[in-house]
């Protein structure tokens, strides 16, 4: 068993003259202040990418610049799965004593160290390269491809909710990129992007950073407890994916849920992927946490709110704490290990026994699903 | 690979497919074998552009200022009847999920793309 005993997240949002590893820099030190960890006390690292700062070697060009000599070390590219993958790489790595205490540590200036258009040009990149990107796609147009079916399929009219809910839950959360109250209608009015979805159903581009420790389980040091971890990849490509509305989800949580001897009614807290609203309705009705085209109306009735049955993203999410590449879906586990500890201030919930975490990469191709048990 | 079966991909207009002789698998994505049995028996076949959307959406944001005098512009997901699915441009308005469509070719950005109208329009 591995446990969580420090964690690091910047704020996120318009973070001027910080670079990538000043951003990673700033998280890491605040994971070990966190975690009461030297720099020597540290024997593994490994950290995400950063389209900011693209370098072969990432991991030993952070470990130079922070002053680490890891026994172990290297950088991981998932898209937005990263995040959780760094984390399940790490818990697996301490169980078979590779290492016995991992940084783990991503961080980009996303935002502010390229003009808009670059970001946008270097993201819709992960198109097919012959069949995809001559037609001009972006992210937001193969997740539009996706909510189209999802539309069809089920009707979307709700899952502005969930983008609404987001922005409700950034308003409580100290460093949360966009916290100005919005309202459904406000998101179904707002300026189109790649129909059905408009801006508002997309999560915003950030500079931002976060770390973890983990490390092998020891009764004197305390932390949540990653009690299963498990990935699907089904496709790459959004036209090689055999349906859209049916992807990799159920089969990446279902078995972490089962490898930790969890069952999903247990789960007390949810952290789910959420770079649209369209993402984050698939993944909840995919792995259970809400039926089939429901998870819009779920979130209208208070179900995934702090004081509802299943609080989600109580940070606000990439939707609105934001999204800064690999450390976006790390502020997602950062809330959780919060909530479990007690730490989450005014949005603090019921300290969750278990929760479950999910992150996607790609256009749904890539999910790593991480089971969470309280180790206080 | 057959040279003579035209390619938007290179230039010409057609819609191009390789079919395995050994299991009958249909690929649109290109690879010089079968990604199902790992055969490199395939026989390169021109597509009939007749297909059903199955996803489309609009994009109101090109990915680049070259492509954005173009936007807005549809793009679509489009199950050829011949059993792949592909990428194509279309109208931004008047295709829906479900319509039988025809494939046609049109210059955008440095290229040819495929692009697709209900069947019956002009
Ligand atoms: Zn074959």
């Not at chain 1, 966190?34 to 006390?41: F, I, N, T």
């Not at chain 1, 991992?102 to 992960?126: H, K």
């Amino acid at each position: 068993m591995s446990r969580i005993t420090g964690i690091g997240l910047t704020p996120f949002g318009r973070l001027a003259g910080a670079s990538t590893l000043d951003l990673m820099s700033r998280a890491a030190t605040d994971a070990l202040t966190d975690a009461g960890l030297e720099r020597r006390e540290i024997d593994g690292l490994i950290t995400g990418y950063s389209t900011t700062h693209p370098h072969l070697m990432l991991s030993t060009v952070f470990a130079e610049h922070f002053g680490l000599r890891p026994a172990y070390a290297h950088a991981v590219q998932l898209g937005g799965a990263t995040g959780f993958a760094l984390v399940m790489l790490a818990h697996l790595l301490v169980e078979a004593g590779a290492a016995r205490r991992i940084l783990v540590v991503a961080g980009e200036n996303r935002l502010s160290g390229q003009s808009r258009d670059a970001a946008i040009q270097t993201l819709a990149q992960v198109g097919h390269p012959t069949y995809e990107v001559p037609l001009g796609p972006t992210i937001p147009a193969y997740y539009g491809l996706v909510a189209s079916r999802y539309a069809h399929e089920y009707g979307i009219d709700e899952i502005a909710e969930l983008a609404v809910l987001m922005r409700a839950n950034a308003a409580r959360t100290p460093g949360a990129h966009l916290t100005e109250p919005i309202t459904a209608a406000m998101v179904r009015d707002s300026k189109p992007i790649a129909a059905p979805l408009r801006l508002l159903d997309c999560c915003p581009v950030s500079d931002g950073g976060a770390a973890f420790v983990i490390e092998r389980a020891d009764p004197a040091r305390p932390g949540p407890r990653i009690r299963g971890a498990a990935q699907a990849h089904t496709h790459q490509h959004v036209s090689a994916a055999s349906s859209l509305t049916a992807f990799g989800a159920r089969d990446s949580a279902g078995r972490a849920l089962a490898q930790g001897g969890v069952a999903l009614a247990d789960i007390r807290y949810a952290a789910i992927y959420d770079s649209f609203t369209i993402t984050l309705a698939i993944l909840l009705e995919e792995i259970g946490l809400a039926p089939r085209g429901a998870a819009g109306r779920l979130a209208r009735e208070g179900h995934f709110s702090p004081e509802g049955a299943m609080p989600l993203n109580t940070h606000g999410g990439l939707l609105s704490y934001g999204h800064c590449g690999v450390g976006g879906a790390m502020a997602h586990l950062a809330e959780t290990v919060r909530q479990m500890r007690g730490e989450a201030g005014p949005r603090q919930v019921a300290e969750p026994p278990l929760a479950l975490l999910h992150g996607d990469g790609g256009v749904l191709s890539s999910h790593v699903s991480l089971v969470l048990e309280n180790g206080r | 690979m057959s040279a003579e079966i035209p390619d938007w991909t290179t230039g010409r207009e057609g819609l191009a497919l390789a079919r395995c002789r050994a299991c009958g698998h249909v690929q649109y994505l290109r690879r010089p074998f079968c990604p199902e049995c790992g055969s490199e028996d395939l026989g390169v076949e021109q597509a009939s552009g007749r297909g059903t959307v199955y996803a489309v959406t609009v994009v109101a944001r090109a990915p680049s200022p070259e492509l954005s005098a173009h936007a807005p512009y549809g793009l679509a997901l489009v199950d050829a009847e011949e059993g792949f699915r592909f990428m194509a441009h279309c109208p931004p308005e008047g295709v829906a999920i479900g319509d039988p469509v025809l494939t046609r070719f049109r210059s955008f950005g440095a290229g040819l793309v495929p692009f697709v109208t209900p069947e019956g329009t002009p």
